[in-house]
């Protein structure tokens, strides 16, 4: 059976770009941004008459442009392979400054040019740049490459401000420049497959829906964990720390979409709306609630500290791994602790959403484990509902069992996107739904706000980890005082489980069955 084409391949003009990459010569552009670029075009959601133009301070000659832009891009097929040399004759690269009049006038030049040939009445512009040349670049794109009658939109990526007030400032200026209906302000995280499921698991299963609040969930963790360290980027890291990095905007992103209500439609808005309502029900997180802790050199000696870093500054505080924990003063969530934690130079790779539920009241059997429901984001994406169930045998002993729906298994023949791949199709087609509002910005920030000030001010003295370990002493204890209790009863995996593995961290071929330790498991 014939894939049918997409209406972006067969010449719908709604789809019909000059795609501009701002920042083209960076690690983001070559990263996340061409690969998803080429993605789009392989699988057919760009018009085969769409250029993509980079521009850049940096001078590249057509090679070492072509090297940049391919250099992440993964071919893993032969259709891939020769679908490679046709995405490439649709790029371009200009370099020039970003706030020089006369640069952004030529660029207009090649823009012109380009539409001729195309016919494009619309123009999509990424900044994949840091948030220092936001606005010069803003401005000069208004003042040269803005054109009444052509649809613009203006991809933004994070950080978007420091704190409350530079996220306001930001904001207005923008704002001058171009209308909200007009800017997309990017987090990567809205454009994953499990993030993006959240609410159709909410919503659309009656089972989850009539459980989800105060009176059966005690609970919920959102958890992200990574492997790698600052690797010689510390100096802009530093900058930041992971509570701006991951925290403020991927994980509260999380959260809302777990914590809001209804929406009255999928509509852009109404989605927004609920969001936003659930991030004003939310009061500053205070000092008592919060964990910092920066990593050390590994146990080996083989891998380096935080400090060890030669663009950190000497004695820097900057955190490397946060735990938070926050509350939804609203009738649905009342009492029921959010905790959220990240970090850097972990023991595995990980981001997982775990909803823990209350005691069962006047039960009948002992040594009974809570139910819980996981989400794992990434990788190996699964959904799975830890419950108790008898023990096959002649007893009445209860074991902890799971109802495990595996992506890599359950869905073995489909191919999930790129988060970055969704994002751009999504801003391509005008869906604000996966992007974030000002307001919902604004909200965001007064959670974090006041507590980054305590931080920044140096009142709250990160406690040491080792690059590799599970993150500082007192993680444990911080979940348990927040209501987390961890099962004393082992745990079986199904051999078929992905969720196990991972859960273990290694690989389960040759085995008839792995027993997970319990203290793994948070």
């Known amino acids: 059976m014939s894939t049918p084409v997409p209406k972006a391949a067969q010449g719908d003009a709604k789809h019909l770009y000059t795609i501009v990459v701002l920042g083209a010569s960076g690690d983001l552009a070559k990263k996340k941004t061409f690969p998803a670029l080429f993605g789009l075009f392989k ?13 850049a301070r940096t001078k ?17 097929t032969e259709e891939d392979k020769a679908a490679l040399p046709k995405f490439l004759a649709l790029c371009s690269y200009q370099d020039g400054q970003y706030d020089s009049d006369a640069d952004f006038q030529n660029l207009e030049k090649q823009i012109g040019e380009v539409e001729k040939s195309s016919g494009a009445k619309a123009r999509l512009f990424y900044m994949a740049l ?13 003042k040269n490459n803005y054109k009444k009658g052509v649809v ?9 401000g420091m704190d409350l007030d530079s996220s306001r400032k930001l904001a207005k200026e923008l704002g001058a420049l171009f209308s909200e209906e007009e800017i997309y302000r990017i987090d990567h995280y809205l454009g994953k497959e499990m993030v993006k499921n959240l609410m159709i698991l909410r919503f659309a299963n009656v089972i989850f829906g009539s459980v989800w609040n105060r009176h059966n969930i005690d609970n919920v963790q959102i958890t992200f964990k990574e492997k790698i360290g600052t690797e010689g980027r510390g100096g802009y890291f530093d900058e930041f720390g992971i509570i701006r990095d991951v925290m403020q905007n991927h994980l509260l992103q999380i959260l809302t979409l777990i914590a809001m209500e209804s929406p009255v439609s999928l509509g852009a808005e109404d989605v927004r709306d609920e969001k936003v309502k659930v991030l004003r029900f939310i009061p500053p997180i205070a000092k008592e609630d919060v964990l910092l802790g920066q990593y050390t050199k590994s146990a080996d000696g083989k891998e380096p500290g935080y400090l060890d870093d030669k663009t950190v500054p000497k004695g820097s505080k900057t955190p490397t791994y946060a735990a938070a924990t926050l509350y939804i003063h609203n009738e649905r969530w009342s009492g029921v602790p959010f905790v959220l934690k990240c970090g850097k130079a972990l023991d595995q790779q990980k981001t997982e959403i775990r909803i823990q539920f209350r005691d069962i009241s006047g ?11 996981v989400i794992r984001v990434q990788p190996n994406e699964a959904v799975y509902v830890k419950m108790m169930n008898k023990e096959p045998g002649l007893g009445m002993k209860t074991i902890i069992s799971d109802l495990d729906l595996s992506y890599s298994s359950r869905f073995n023949d489909s191919v999930i996107p790129e988060a970055y791949e969704s994002l751009i199709l999504d801003s391509l087609n005008g869906d604000h739904s996966n992007f974030v509002r000002d307001d919902e910005l604004d909200a965001a ?17 990160p406690l040491p980890y080792a690059f590799g370990s599970r993150g500082p002493a007192g993680v444990a204890e911080f979940v348990a005082k927040h209501g987390y209790k961890r099962s004393e009863q082992g745990y079986v995996w199904p051999k078929h489980s992905e969720a196990g593995k991972e859960a273990k961290g290694q690989d389960q071929k040759g085995e008839k069955e792995l027993k997970k330790d319990p203290k793994t498991d948070h």
Not at 60 to 76: C, N, Q
């Open 445 to 461: 920030w007064k959670i974090f706000t006041p507590i980054l000030k305590t931080i920044d001010g140096g009142e709250i003295d």
């Open 60 to 76: 590249m000659d057509r090679a070492t442009f072509e090297s940049h832009v391919t250099k992440y891009i993964k071919l893993k």
């Open 130 to 142: 840091p948030p220092s040349v936001f606005i010069p670049v803003a401005t000069s794109l208004k």
């Open 43 to 55: 699988n057919q959601y760009l018009n085969r008459n769409t250029h993509i133009i980079g521009y």
């Open 152 to 160: 613009i939109r203006l991809i933004v990526e994070k950080p978007f």
């Open 363 to 373: 039960n009948l059997f002992s040594n009974l484990a809570r139910n819980e429901i």
